[in-house]
């Protein structure tokens, strides 16, 4: 069954908004198995968004729309999307009594125009929102189905998760599972080609590569007449995943981010840890406090930005300072063991670098970043060139320390145990 996404509204087109619903959406009806060939963005024009849809409605059985169902004149998806199904808009009592105790629970005025928002297409069905006044609604004409949803994601995501996704997976025949496996330190292009066979000849399930900032997943899918047997045909595909990227994947579980990964790590190895960031500014420490259960492990985080900083808190020699700068492998390895040594961790995790836009040279360009990684007394120092913008930079080195983190401690024990 193919889906096609069509997100209205000029303020898109303007580049005034980021259209994460369409990101949001694609992602979920995957996940749904239905195949998306189509995404379209249209201003709010009635003529265009009519000619849109009756080329969408020739090539794919459902189409989801989201924004225009406001209750002011340039809202015009809900009646334009009537108009091209055939389907005269009428007065839906339910959500007209919902109106009204929305704006009486807020003690807001009703005005005449938010009762546009009542009129629904005859026959369809009405998704009541939970979170503001626009209902969602599904038209349903000769096996093709029109959905609409409100803009705000606030509003488009609760309600796609109770009520849209639900009726799709009924529309879908058979039962489709997913697992992610999440790879860390290996980027996109080199995993893509350890598994192209693996694509090649896949039928059922698949394998979709997904890149994020600094890591890759790999999302096996399978359709079967039930769960148990979906899982099924899922499980010596991850088993040869696994095979094939050994240490580099960190988790077979959808929810686990690096950062839990990561921490999960050190309490099953009784390890406490510290940070000592530079270009960073506490980002790395950021991620490591959101996980739950941290505080058993994590014993501080230093922001030492200056180099006066870096001396007097984490001990850094003034000569290494004065000779390699504090962008080097040196300044960073004593930044990690300063740390280690003041906090009394068993892990200690040093980023310095450059993350710009200024700051950068010919010897030291732009997006040059150390990160350090002690774990009981033993170092390890890698180098990384960054590209993108600051922030880029600064995501990227975050995400780089977290990985150096994790195959350090699974290095010192696996050299422990071998010893």
Known sequence: MTVELIS????????NIVNTNAAYLAEQCARLGLSCFYQTVVGDN????????????????????????GPTQDDLTKETAAGV????LTRDEHTAKRLQEYFSRRKLELTENNWKQAMVPEGAIVID??????????MEKEEKRVILLPGPPGELIPMFENAIAPYLAG?????????????????ESKAETMVADLIAAQSNPTIAPYAKTGEVHLRITARASAEKEAKKLIKPVV???KNRFGMNVYTTDEAVTLEQAVVDLLLANHLTVTTAESCTGGLLSARLTGVPGVSEVFKSGQVTYSNKAKHKLLGVKKPSLDKYGAVSENVAREMAKGAALASRADVAVAITGIAGPDGGSSSKPVGLVYIACRVRGKTKVKSYHFTGNRN?????SVVAALTLMRHCILEYYSEVTFR
Do not use: F, W, Y
């Open 129 to 138: 929102n939970e979170n503001g006044t626009a209902p969602g609604i599904i």
């Open 85 to 88: 199904m055939g389907m005269a």
């Open 8 to 15: 209205v509204g000029t303020e898109l087109l303007l580049g």
């Open 392 to 396: 880029k930079v600064r995501e990227n």
């Open 239 to 241: 088993k040869e995943l």
């Open 171 to 187: 529309a879908v025949p058979g039962v489709i599972h997913s697992q992610t496996v999440k790879l860390c330190g290996i980027g």
């Open 46 to 69: 009635a003529g265009r968004l009519a000619q849109i849809l009756h080329t969408a409605l020739s090539r794919s059985d459902v189409l989801i729309l989201s924004g225009g169902l």
